[in-house]
């Protein structure tokens, strides 16, 4: 049987990783106290401390930051114009010896 997933609201993630890092708190008891698995409160702490601003600390389903999207972006360029030298290349190669 699938176990559904637990979704949890921003603000009350942000306050489980602050009560580790200033709440004097260990990772291993807020865990225990709040009933959140202690890899995800591992997690959060990551991209809590990842994050520059504020804004989104933690984006959600699908929900990519600008950065992220960006780079998404420039890696499909990125691929696009390697399969394009390819062909190229290929190309090139085929008709140097048909011209021959």
Request: no cysteine.
């Amino acid at each position: 049987m699938a176990s559904k997933r637990t979704k949890y609201e921003e603000a009350f993630k942000i306050d489980l990783v602050e009560q580790v890092l200033t709440g004097g708190k260990t990772a291993a008891e807020v865990s225990i106290e709040s009933g959140v698995e202690i890899s995800s409160l591992y997690g959060w702490i990551r991209k809590y401390r990842k994050t520059t601003s504020t804004k989104q600390i933690f984006p959600g389903h699908g929900k990519l930051t600008s950065q992220e999207e960006e780079l998404r972006s420039l890696r499909r360029r990125v691929a696009q114009l390697e399969e394009e030298r390819t062909i190229l290349k290929k190309a090139t190669i085929f008709l140097a010896r048909e011209t021959k």
